[in-house]
């Protein structure tokens, strides 16, 4: 065979996962840094895997959505700084809250075609820490005053400055193209599927109280590591239920009548960092680690959130999973009856029960909830952006490897700008 001749794609293990509990912003975790939740979740696995000896894993991928300059090397520095082989390659990834599912793919690519044997792929995110700008008005000033030529240019272009430019810019959650923030692009979508409030509020209980019964049988004994005096996520109401949802009062959508979305069945900002152990079968035996599944199929959509289809629903902001997770189906040969679990990550309740409804219009067999986000997801967990999709595939992986039999998982995750990432692991 020519050394140029396609190879057969190798299987990726998916070995364990950890991550600190995830913490709502201001609070526990004001003053970590992204690189210090990092680094905690990283160690975590390290310690919990025996990888400190040297080129114990191939590279490390990672990323953030919030991110200070001094973040621009996250996953290097990471590296860097915890009980990794210093000599370990890393390099940063970024996709809104896609980006930890996209570290795993990109980490399972590289491994799939040979490239390296093991890889970790992860994310993090401080909403506390969140960077903030210069004034662009003062900005330009400043730089205008570095390029004069001559003393009194530079005192001149200073002398503009005025207490106004002195204003930070602070990062805002909306869209570019639309002003509109997340929520209030989901509100839309709610009302052009008829998403009603009683449906969003029982999603966003059952997330609470499956995701503590879940802590409760141990789940997450080798997922989860205590980190500034947490031991579970933050967010976490083991005593959710509709009746007190209820009695919250809307946050988006407010401008039509009857809005539905609190607080409650929307995420909350959120700090955390999560991580995820993949490799080669051959790595894993070598190792004598039981695979906990297989990660075997993934895709990617965007949709056209601006000028699409959106008061009919199909091309809102978070609906992009609905086109991808068909068309991976497709290519799969699979249908969604095929499917022991779904995991969808909950960035509010109303987009998961849009997500499903999509599914159906599009052809897909309805989900069966027994099997929909049955350890709870970020609606009770907190969402720190860029570590959801780390959290989601540990997580799943786990879940499977529980049944102690051959099982099929399905990944959904949005993200901003339009854009969706889905994924499928398997335990064989």
Not at 244 to 273: E, H, I, Q, R, Y
Not at 318 to 342: I, K, Q, S
Request: with cysteine; net charge neutral; proline share 6%.
């Amino acid at each position: 065979m020519s050394p140029l001749a396609a190879q057969p794609a190798r299987r990726v293990a998916v070995l364990g996962g950890a991550r600190v509990p995830f913490a709502r912003s201001d609070g526990p975790y004001a003053t970590a840094s992204n690189q210090e939740m990092l680094t905690a979740a990283l160690d975590a696995l390290v310690e919990r895997h025996g990888l400190q000896e040297p080129g114990a894993v191939g590279e490390f991928v990672a990323g953030a959505v919030l991110k200070h300059s001094r973040d621009f090397n996250l996953a290097r520095e990471t590296v860097l700084g915890s009980a990794l082989d210093p000599r370990t390659p890393a390099y940063d990834i970024q996709q809104a809250c896609g980006t930890g599912l996209q570290a795993v793919i990109a980490a399972a690519n590289k491994i799939a075609l040979g490239q390296t044997e093991s890889a970790v792929a992860g994310g993090a995110d401080t909403a506390s820490d969140a960077p903030l700008g210069v004034n662009d008005r003062l900005r330009r000033i400043l730089l205008e005053a570095r390029r004069a030529k001559t003393a009194g240019a530079r005192l001149k272009a200073l002398a503009r400055i005025r207490p106004g430019h002195l204003v930070p810019d602070i990062p805002r959650n909306a869209e570019p193209r639309t002003g509109l923030s997340m929520g209030e692009h989901a509100a839309v979508t709610a009302r052009a599927w008829g998403i009603t409030r009683q449906e969003q509020d029982a999603l966003a209980a059952a997330s609470h109280q499956r995701l503590a019964a879940a802590y409760e049988r141990g789940l997450f004994q080798d997922l989860v590591v205590p980190f500034r005096g947490l031991a579970r996520d933050q967010n976490l109401r083991p005593g959710s239920t509709v009746e007190k949802l209820a009695a919250l009062k809307p946050v988006f959508g407010l401008d039509a009548p009857d809005p539905t979305m609190t607080a409650g069945n929307s995420t909350p900002l959120t700090d955390g960092a999560a991580t995820v152990l993949l490799a080669s079968e051959e790595w894993a035996r070598a190792r004598g680690i039981e695979p906990l599944a297989y990660l075997t199929a993934y895709e990617t959509a965007a949709v056209d959130f601006a000028g699409g289809d959106v008061a009919g629903g199909e091309d809102g902001l978070l609906m992009a999973p609905a086109y991808a997770v068909p068309r991976m189906l497709e290519r799969a040969g699979l249908g969604m009856g095929d499917f022991d679990l779904v995991e969808i990550h909950e960035a509010f309740a109303s987009q998961v029960l849009a997500t499903l409804a999509a599914w159906e219009k599009r052809g897909l067999e309805p989900v069966d909830r027994g099997r929909l986000n049955v350890a709870g997801s970020s609606l009770a967990t907190g969402h720190p952006f860029a570590a959801t999709g780390a959290r989601i595939v540990a997580t799943l992986a786990t879940l499977l490897a529980e049944r102690e039999g051959p099982g099929r998982g399905l990944i959904s995750v949005c993200a901003a700008g339009g854009q969706g990432v889905t994924a499928i692991l398997e335990r064989t």
